[in-house]
């Protein structure tokens, strides 16, 4: 019986790893921040700007790694179009960064982006109206993504649309939204995105300060979402999510209607990649169509994958390792990171179907069993 | 492999068919016979007499001087009296030797004079010329003749027209004749009214541009009942234009429809078969196409060849890939589907970054052999290209050798058994290891099969399959799994609702469209167009 119970929890969390990450990750954004802000530059344990922000660049992607994970690796939703809601909230945000930009833009409008005077356009489109005010730009980043996984979940669950489907369904949505958004009628760019960004809420973005608390703010919000998701998914709902996942016609048989637990997860997920959006574009300064590309999309799976799925401790941790490989990788080899990558793909689905954080809890419980019958004896 | 054997030799009696266009024959370099050195010499007033002894003299072989002549680009050196042909214009002039084409960069705009022309000669050369080719032993030649006229009728032309119109054979240069004599009597208004308007009723059947163009100069004429005749008879053709326009799109729907059934036909046998989405179908498309290029590399001067030398290699090349991908990785990861669409997306990455690093992240360039390029042409206003109506032959071809295979052979009879009970086809004896890596051998051996026909129609690069994974995944979701009529109907249907929106839409519109219905279709029967019935059927 323990053996059983044993086995059903590998590879699942309880709520013992949330209190020491919470702390480490804020204890560690505090002390950046802190080494980049007071130290002077020639300081040993000086922390550069650049620095700070691929940092809040890794924290977005590990937030967006713990949104795929949600729905992956507890409702076994493979999204392969994740970064759809992701490149949907950052285009929010950039909506709003590029009407800050105001008259000093290379064309001087006060009210048209640039590329909207370089087409000849003579009013701002319907669907910018309102970008100026940040509260509801913020609020469309995280409605448009919960929106349109609200739609698309409820025509996909609602007909049973389940596995490698509902997979190239989400990849094909994104693949339609990147085609959709290169083209330069719709009116956010084209295939050059939104970028040359001055200002947010009047802060110059280029400043330090501007940068660590734009890291800081992250690091709060992604402590915030991990804690809010474990406590979702460790009441009733998380129960009945698990079990849609290991066995979702039985759960319907019980009564549940899976199709509404699963929506309600899809829509809170690209929500979680929304926002994830909206925080990344400050700090990277762009956001152009190639964040809808498929590849994009199937990177944050393989971040998970690594990480653990099924743990959201392991998606960040995942996403964080992935990205800082990737960093070092196409620094010194270019050409080798997707041999890499691809050879992620193939060795972690084969040897580590639980990932790091399944391979350390197998370990450790080895470890204690060892433990048990040496005392047993 | 005998069945593509089969298939090949069968294509291989299809060949002969090719463009019916023959080249005129080009004279050599002639020695230049008196008459042409009389020509540098003689005043425009004698000239009429020197152009029919030339005509006389040379008949077709002076075609291209004539016409050099009638454009006014023909030249003398004033030193030797050598005949040359003016290329180009402005700054960029060069003079080439009459006959021979040789390049003659020594000679500068002082050291040559001009052979005069003026209208009357004009009118005179026109006449030759029609003459020496509507005489041509080639029919094609004699009808193209009489459609370059249509646009220039004169009296001289009509009069040679009528001649021959008399003691014309072939009956499509005998219309070709009457269409342009109607178009004559029609806007020559010395004609009774009744002549021009039974003319115009004869019109109404052409399809010629220049008709047209006569038709609409008609419509402004000051005899009403003539006026409103051309107006009529020209509704009357552009009706006939847009039927043919549709049919151009239905042709381009198809041809559409018959790549998409290549790409994807590979992929719903090894998704029906196995249960596994194939991430990496798209790079065996890709390793097909370069599969042509590299045989072409080997082969020269023999592209004419190439493609039956690149078809079977490009299916054994991505046939023993995918074999090996099955035993890797594939079978290690059974009734896992998700976890295998992760790892075969990995293999996809890794075989396109092996052949940017072998090849060059560059495109390159496939030829097409002399016997599928060109065009079928049905009439002025439809052309079918030639490689296209190969490629919908091909696909079908390859199509109807699956069903057969599946169908009658052992093979086949296993495939079947195992997609539909995998467990029970099991418990029969069938090696169903065996039959999986069969399985994938042959769908990716077909998808190798599609790059070589896509190596025709674009150019070769790494993301080659990338952009036809996505479009095959829809025609299996849309014909259903597993299911190769199904398969054939969603891949038609698809490619041509893709050409049909396009004009109206635009063709990223087109494509999204086509997404969104097909992400409804799925709500209203989620196993596609036919289903498998039965208990077996999950």
Redo the contacts between chains.
């Keep these: 019986m323990t053996k059983l119970l044993d086995w059903f929890s590998a590879g699942r969390t309880s709520g013992k790893y949330t209190l020491p990450f919470v702390v480490i990750l804020l204890s560690i954004t505090v002390l950046a921040s802190a080494a980049n802000l007071l130290l002077p530059q020639d300081s040993a344990l000086y922390v550069s700007t650049y620095s700070i922000t691929l940092l809040g660049k890794y924290l977005c992607y590990a937030m967006l790694a713990l949104a795929v994970d949600i729905i992956w690796g507890y409702c076994g939703i493979?999204s392969l179009g994740h970064g759809a809601f992701f490149a949907l909230g950052g285009y929010a945000m950039g909506m709003y960064l590029m009407r800050q930009i105001g008259d000093r833009g290379v064309y001087s409008n006060p009210l048209l982006p640039d590329f909207m005077v370089f087409l000849d356009w003579k009013e701002l489109p319907w669907f910018w109206l309102g970008m100026d005010q940040f509260w509801f730009a913020m609020l469309m980043a995280v409605i448009v993504p919960g929106l349109l996984a609200f739609v698309?979940g409820w025509?996909?669950f609602?007909?049973?649309?389940t596995?490698?489907?509902l997979?190239?369904?989400t990849?094909?949505?994104t693949?339609?939204l990147l085609?959709?958004f290169?083209?330069n009628e719709m009116g956010f760019g084209g295939n050059n995105g939104l970028t040359d960004f001055k200002e947010i809420l009047g802060f110059d973005l280029q400043a330090d300060a501007t940068r660590v608390s734009l890291f800081l703010i992250t690091a709060i919000l992604l402590a915030g979402i991990f804690v809010l998701s474990q406590r979702i998914l460790s009441s009733r709902l998380g129960k009945v999510t698990l079990a849609v996942r290991d066995a979702e016609a039985r759960t319907r048989f019980i009564g549940y209607r899976t199709e509404r637990y699963k929506v309600w997860l899809f829509v809170y997920s690209a929500v979680i990649a929304g926002i994830a959006g909206a925080l990344y574009v400050p700090q990277v300064g762009i956001i152009n169509p190639g964040e809808f590309s498929?590849i994009n999309s199937?990177e944050i799976?393989?971040w998970v994958?690594v990480g653990g799925r099924g743990t959201l401790i392991g998606a960040i941790i995942g996403a964080l390792l992935v990205n800082y490989a990737k960093t070092r990788f196409t620094a010194i080899m270019p050409?080798g990171w997707?041999?890499a990558?691809?050879?992620?793909?193939?060795l972690v689905?084969?040897y580590l179907?639980k990932g790091l954080v399944g391979l350390y809890g197998q370990l450790t419980s080895k470890r204690g069993a060892k433990a048990k019958q040496e005392a047993t004896s | 492999m005998n069945v593509i054997l089969t298939l090949c030799l069968l294509l291989g009696a299809l060949m002969p068919f090719s463009s019916a266009y023959a080249a005129t024959g080009e004279a050599s370099a002639q020695s230049a016979s008196p008459m042409l050195v009389e020509l540098t010499k003689t005043k425009l007033s004698k000239m009429p007499a020197v152009l029919e002894k030339l005509e006389a003299e040379g008949g077709d072989a002076y075609l291209p001087l004539f016409r050099t002549w009638l454009a006014g680009n023909l030249y003398y050196v004033k030193s030797d009296r050598t005949l040359v042909e003016k290329v180009g214009s402005g700054k960029q002039v060069t003079y080439q030797v009459m006959f021979s084409g040789e390049s003659r960069p020594d000679i500068t705009k002082k050291q040559v004079k001009k052979v005069k022309v003026n209208n009357k000669l004009r009118s005179l050369l026109r006449s030759v010329i029609a003459r020496i080719q509507l005489t041509s032993e080639n029919p094609k030649v004699r009808e193209g003749a009489v459609r370059e006229l249509l646009a220039k009728l004169d009296k001289n032309l009509i009069g040679i027209l009528e001649t021959l119109y008399v003691e014309e054979e072939s009956r499509d240069v005998k219309a070709m004749m009457g269409t342009a004599l109607s178009l004559f009597a029609a806007s020559d208004k010395s004609n009774s009214q009744s002549v021009r308007l039974s003319a115009i009723e004869d019109l109404s059947e052409s399809l010629e541009n220049d008709v047209r163009n006569g038709l609409t100069k008609l419509t402004n004429d000051s005899n009403e009942a003539i006026a409103a005749a051309a107006e009529k008879a020209l509704v009357s053709i552009n009706q006939r234009v847009e039927r043919y326009a549709l049919v151009d799109q239905l042709f381009f729907g198809l041809s559409l429809g018959s790549v998409l059934l290549l790409a994807s036909i590979g992929l719903a046998i090894t998704?029906g078969v196995m249960?596994?989405?194939n991430m990496a179908h798209g790079e065996m498309i890709m390793l097909g196409a370069y599969t042509t290029y590299v045989v072409q590399l080997m082969m020269p001067n023999h592209i004419d060849y190439s493609i039956w030398v690149a078809i079977p290699a490009a299916f054994l090349v991505s046939g023993l890939m995918g074999v090996l991908i099955e035993r890797l990785?594939i079978c290690?990861?059974h009734g896992r589907?998700?976890?295998?669409?992760?790892?075969t997306?990995?293999?996809?990455?890794?075989l396109?970054?092996?052949v940017?690093?072998i090849f060059s992240p560059l495109n390159r360039q496939v030829s097409t052999p002399s016997w599928m390029s060109g065009s079928l042409e049905i009439n002025p206003v439809l052309s079918l290209t030639l490689n296209r109506l190969y490629i919908l032959a091909f696909a079908l071809l390859v199509f109807m050798a699956l069903v057969l295979l599946l169908k009658k052979s052992s093979l086949g009879l296993n495939v079947r058994a195992v997609s539909q009970n995998r467990n029970m086809a099991k418990a029969m004896g069938v090696k169903t290891e065996w039959v999986d890596a069969m399985t994938f051998g042959l769908g990716s051996g077909i998808a190798g099969i599609a790059g070589v026909a896509l190596s025709q129609l674009t150019n070769v690069g790494p993301n080659l399959g990338q952009s036809y994974i996505?479009d095959s995944?829809?025609v299996v979701?849309f014909g259903g799994v597993g299911n190769l009529m199904g398969t054939l109907v969603a891949a038609f249907t698809l490619g041509i609702a893709n050409k049909f929106l396009e004009p109206t839409t635009g063709a990223?519109?087109a494509?999204?469209l086509v997404?969104?219905f097909?992400?409804?279709f799925?709500?209203?029967r989620?196993k596609g167009l036919f289903p498998q019935k039965g208990r077996a059927a999950e």
Excluded: H, N, W
């Excluded at chain 1, 609602?158 to 649309?161: D, E, L, T, Y």
């Excluded at chain 2, 589907?337 to 992760?342: D, M, Q, R, V």
């Excluded at chain 2, 997306?345 to 890794?350: A, D, M, Q």
């Design positions: 493979l698309f025509l996909a609602r007909s049973r649309v596995g490698v489907y997979s190239i369904m990849q094909a949505l693949y339609a085609l959709a290169f083209r498929p199937i799976v393989i994958a050409d997707l041999f990558l691809g050879a992620m793909f193939v689905t084969l179907p | 998704f249960g596994v989405i990785v290690r990861l589907p998700l976890e295998t669409l992760l790892a997306f990995g293999i996809s990455l890794i396109q970054q092996l940017r690093t996505i995944f829809m979701v990223v519109l494509a999204i997404l969104v097909i992400i409804l799925i709500q209203k989620p």
